[in-house]
């Protein structure tokens, strides 16, 4: 989680990564991206991104395997604008976050 600010230390932006392992070779991760427009709408949205591996290319761990291994792998992702809850969630985050890290 991360918080951008201006040069006046004011919170103008909002970022959030999550990367989870669902298996050998395999994770699924989101992330946000939020700004604060300066009418104080959120503007963002949420990605999600989805990757497997073939089981085959995880038995070798030489840097051209883990190339081909990478360049292989199956991906599938999505982006969805942040609707009214996602754009109150980040305002509470964000709040949250600037209480505990501040400018």
Same mark, same amino acid.
């Given at each position: ?5 201006? =040069?006046?230390? @004011?919170?103008?932006? *909002? ?9 050998? $070779? &395999? ?26 591996? =073939?089981?085959? @290319?995880?038995?070798? *761990? ?9 360049? $292989? &792998? ?30």
């Amino acid at each position: 989680m991360s918080l951008m600010r201006d =040069s006046t230390g @004011a919170v103008i932006g *909002f970022q959030e990564l999550v990367q989870v392992s669902t298996g050998v $070779g &395999a994770s699924v991760g989101e992330a946000v991206l939020a700004s604060r427009q300066p009418d104080g709408r959120i503007a963002g949205s949420l990605m999600r991104t989805e990757i497997h591996m =073939s089981a085959s @290319a995880l038995q070798n *761990f030489d840097s051209v395997s883990l190339q081909r291994m990478r360049d $292989g &792998a199956k991906r599938t992702s999505s982006r969805t604008e942040l609707d009214a809850t996602g754009q109150s969630q980040v305002r509470v985050l964000a709040a949250w976050l600037a209480k505990r890290c501040p400018g």
